[in-house]
């Protein structure tokens, strides 16, 4: 019974919501008063508003209460035959109770399928090594990287800090006095 009371504010506060952001849209300035409360009766008429939490319309809740909604265009006659067609050639189709596609079953029996990748082994190998440099590979059974980790040690930029003893000598040669 409560809950009642608290859902129709929020439903109306979504509605005047949604039809300022609509006003917002249209070039043709802010909407009247009169013009929000009639969008708002039609918003309840036909279920266009949001339901509790879930983010579902009213009319997708209860599709019995409002008007029915038009479907929108499907495939046509000629495009589903066609598409199962192109499925049997290429041994798409689910054969049997596993669902063993026929391709699975006698791969042999149908025309082959393009290669999955285009890298070369080298590539790969670059990539995955340089993937391992800046601890993007996750180690262990918790699943995060040595990046995630240890941040400090793997930076996002290219840039290298300057190692302490190579900074320490140039600061000591900048400031010792000259003879």
Same mark, same amino acid.
């Given at each position: 019974?409560?809950?009642?009371?608290?859902? %129709? #504010?929020?439903?109306? %506060? *979504?509605?005047?919501?949604?039809?300022?952001?609509?006003?917002? /849209?249209?070039?043709?300035?802010?909407?009247?008063?009169?013009?929000?409360?009639?969008?708002?009766?039609?918003?309840?008429?036909?279920?266009?508003?949001?339901?509790?939490?879930?983010?579902?319309?009213?009319?997708?809740?209860?599709?019995?209460?409002?008007?029915?909604?038009?479907?929108?265009?499907?495939?046509?006659?000629?495009?589903?035959?066609?598409?199962?067609?192109? *499925?049997?050639?290429?041994?798409?189709?689910?054969?049997?109770?596993?669902?063993?596609?026929?391709?699975?079953?006698?791969?042999? *029996?149908?025309? #082959?399928?393009?290669?999955? /990748?285009? %890298?070369?082994?080298?590539?790969?190998?670059?990539?995955?090594?340089?993937?391992?440099?800046?601890?993007?590979?996750?180690?262990?059974?918790?699943?995060?990287?040595?990046?995630?980790?240890?941040? /400090?040690?793997?930076?996002?930029? *290219?840039?290298?800090? #300057?190692?302490?003893?190579?900074?320490?000598?140039?600061?000591?040669?900048?400031?010792?006095?000259?003879?």
């Amino acid at each position: 019974m409560k809950s009642r009371h608290f859902a %129709l #504010p929020a439903l109306l %506060l *979504a509605n005047v919501a949604s039809a300022f952001a609509q006003a917002a /849209s249209q070039p043709s300035g802010p909407l009247t008063r009169a013009e929000v409360k009639a969008e708002t009766k039609q918003a309840f008429r036909e279920g266009d508003f949001e339901v509790g939490d879930t983010g579902q319309k009213a009319y997708e809740v209860t599709p019995n209460r409002y008007p029915k909604r038009p479907m929108p265009p499907g495939e046509t006659r000629a495009q589903v035959k066609s598409e199962l067609e192109a *499925a049997r050639r290429n041994g798409d189709i689910a054969v049997g109770d596993v669902g063993d596609t026929a391709r699975e079953i006698d791969p042999k *029996a149908f025309p #082959p399928q393009p290669a999955a /990748s285009s %890298l070369t082994r080298a590539q790969v190998r670059q990539e995955t090594l340089a993937a391992i440099r800046a601890g993007e590979i996750p180690v262990g059974e918790t699943g995060e990287t040595p990046a995630q980790v240890n941040p /400090s040690r793997y930076a996002a930029s *290219a840039v290298r800090a #300057p190692k302490v003893k190579k900074a320490k000598r140039q600061l000591a040669a900048t400031s010792a006095p000259a003879h």
